[in-house]
T-cell receptor
Framework: DGGITQSPKYLFRKEGQNVTLSCEQN?????MYWYRQDPGQGLRLIYY???????QKGDIAEGYSVSREKKESFPLTVTSAQKNPTAFYLC?????????????FGPGTRLTVT | AQSVTQLDSQVPVFEEAPVELRCNYS??????LFWYVQYPNQGLQLLLK??????LVKGINGFEAEFNKSQTSFHLRKPSVHISDTAEYFC???????????FGQGTTLQVKP
C-alpha cells in the first residue's frame, strides 16, 4: 500500500532536548511538507521541500530544522529553541509543488514536551 | 493578505439532518479550493477540490461544495449526515502564484443520534 508513514505516533520529551520526527513516503512524490496543528488554529506550514537536497522555510520555521537527503524521507527536528513545541505534527506530500496537485497527509505525531 | 475563515468552530446536528459548513476566503490572486476531513488523532483526508469548471463539486462520503467567486465562499454541504461524519473539517485555499496552501481554523461537526 502506498502512503505516508510518521513515527512515532506519540512522543514525549523533556524541555531542552532536541527531537526528530520521522516522515517516509512511498508514493514517489517530489514535494513534501511539514505542518504544525494547534487547537483552534488550523494547520501552519513549518518547512517544505520540492526536490531532494532543497527545502524552504514556511510560516513558522523558527526553532525547527529539516533535511531532504532522499526523495522518500523528510525528517523534522524540533530544537530546544522552539519555545512552544507541544503540538500535533503532520507530514504531507504531493506529486510536485504545483498548485493543482493535492497534498496527501500522514497520520501525524503528537509531541509533548514537559 | 490571504486568509481563510471558517465561520463556525463547532456545528452540532442530529443524525439524518442536512448540514452546511461555511468557508470564506480572502485573496488578491486566483485560488484553488479544498475541503479536508480529520478524524480524531489522524491525518487529513481530501473530501473534494475545486480547480476550475463547474462551481458545484461533488466529493467522497456524499459531500459537495459550491464555489461562489463573487462572495469568495466555498461552503460544504451534505443532505443527510451520519454519526460517522463526526470529525473536524478544514477548508483550504491554494494560491495560484505561490502554490502555498492556507488552512482555515477548522469546524468540528458533531452528529448526535
Amino acid at each position: 500500500d502506498g502512503g505516508i508513514t510518521q513515527s512515532p505516533k506519540y512522543l514525549f520529551r523533556k524541555e531542552g532536548q532536541n527531537v526528530t520526527l520521522s516522515c517516509e513516503q512511498n508514493l514517489n512524490h517530489d514535494a513534501m511538507y511539514w505542518y504544525r496543528q494547534d487547537p483552534g488554529q488550523g494547520l501552519r506550514l513549518i518547512y517544505y521541500s520540492q526536490i531532494v537536497n532543497d527545502f524552504q522555510k514556511g510560516d513558522i520555521a523558527e526553532g525547527y530544522s529539516v533535511s531532504r537527503e532522499k526523495k522518500e524521507s523528510f525528517p523534522l527536528t524540533v530544537t530546544s529553541a522552539q519555545k512552544n513545541p507541544t503540538a500535533f505534527y503532520l507530514c504531507a506530500s504531493s506529486i510536485s509543488g504545483g498548485y493543482n496537485y493535492e497534498q496527501y497527509f500522514g497520520p501525524g505525531t503528537r509531541l509533548t514536551v514537559t | 493578505a490571504q486568509s481563510v475563515t471558517q465561520l463556525d468552530s463547532q456545528v452540532p446536528v442530529f443524525e439524518e439532518a442536512p448540514v452546511e459548513l461555511r468557508c470564506n476566503y480572502s485573496s488578491s490572486v486566483s485560488v484553488y479550493l479544498f475541503w479536508y476531513v480529520q478524524y480524531p488523532n489522524q491525518g487529513l483526508q481530501l473530501l473534494l477540490k475545486y480547480l476550475s469548471g463547474s462551481t458545484l463539486v461533488k466529493g467522497i462520503n456524499g459531500f459537495e461544495a459550491e464555489f461562489n467567486k463573487s462572495q469568495t465562499s466555498f461552503h460544504l454541504r451534505k443532505p443527510s449526515v451520519h454519526i460517522s461524519d463526526t470529525a473536524e473539517y478544514f477548508c483550504a485555499v491554494r494560491l495560484s502564484n505561490t502554490g502555498k496552501l492556507i488552512f482555515g481554523q477548522g469546524t468540528t461537526l458533531q452528529v448526535k443520534p
